[in-house]
């Protein structure tokens, strides 16, 4: 239904997709202007950091595309809205995916594959299948891992109600931090991003096997192909939470 909606408007679905587009791609120019005045940062040339930053955004793009309208959960639960979702014979999170469908948020996906694109024609990697086929199997996956942090901060905002900022700040927070290499930052950064809230099998470790770096933590080289089965392993507790933050919601009473 939002789909046909905005499809009824097509000169305005094109101008919002492509202003999403440019928005997002201020990020990328902050990054332009950053190597016009470096040549390496962290030891990663530019075409490296247009890597990460291309994979980071598709894979959140894509979670975004499909799960970002979780995020007004918080306003549902505190004007009783949430009522109406739970009696209707469909699942609670497909109706709050499907509300309000913004499909101009294609316009990240497509800046993100714009800068992935470019990138994979200048960074010096061999590209065997076996390469490629990582390539596909980790955005997938990082969109995976992205769409059960939104889960997971939809299911706080049952008990907190006014906490969207939190979830943006892994969420959003968590892209942007991905686009940078793990270099740039602290050692405890890296470890609370890779065993705590594990975003950096978004990106990081599956990119630095494609790229030929080391991994700064050192981990066993079989960690770097890790990435479906920590996705799977984020939904199963995700999924636990949302069921009780559902059971515990009261309503707003009369």
């Not at 959960?73 to 004007?79: A, E, K, P, T």
């Not at 739970?86 to 913004?102: G, K, S």
């Not at 086929?133 to 942090?149: D, E, M, P, Y």
């Amino acid at each position: 239904m939002w789909v046909r909606s905005t499809m009824a408007y097509r000169a305005s679905f094109a101008l919002m997709a492509v202003g999403n587009l440019l928005v997002t791609g201020l990020e990328f120019v902050s990054v332009m202007i950053m190597f016009s005045h470096v040549d390496v940062l962290a030891g990663f040339s530019f075409a490296e950091v247009a890597f990460l930053y291309g994979t980071a955004g598709v894979a959140f793009g894509i979670a975004d595309l499909l799960l970002g309208s979780l995020q007004r959960i918080g306003s549902r639960v505190r004007d009783g809205t949430v009522d109406t979702l739970l009696v209707r014979p469909a699942p609670v999170l497909a109706q709050l995916a499907a509300d309000r469908f913004a499909l101009r948020r294609l316009g990240r996906v497509s800046q993100g594959l714009g800068v992935l694109g470019w990138s994979l024609t200048r960074v010096e990697a061999d590209w065997t299948p076996g390469r490629a086929a990582l390539l596909v199997v980790t955005v997938v996956s990082g969109a995976a891992i992205f769409g059960a942090v939104m889960v997971a901060g939809a299911a706080f905002q049952f008990w907190a109600q006014d906490a969207s900022e939190v979830q943006n700040a892994f969420t959003y927070g968590g892209n942007v931090l991905l686009q940078y290499p793990p270099t740039v930052f602290a050692q405890e950064l890296v470890r609370g991003v890779t065993f705590v809230v594990p975003l950096a099998f978004v990106n990081w470790l599956p990119a630095l096997r494609m790229l030929g770096r080391d991994d700064p933590l050192g981990l066993p080289g079989w960690v770097d192909f890790a990435s479906p089965a920590v996705a799977l392993l984020c939904w199963v507790p995700v999924g636990l939470v949302w069921r009780a933050a559902l059971r515990g919601y009261r309503s707003t009473g009369s």
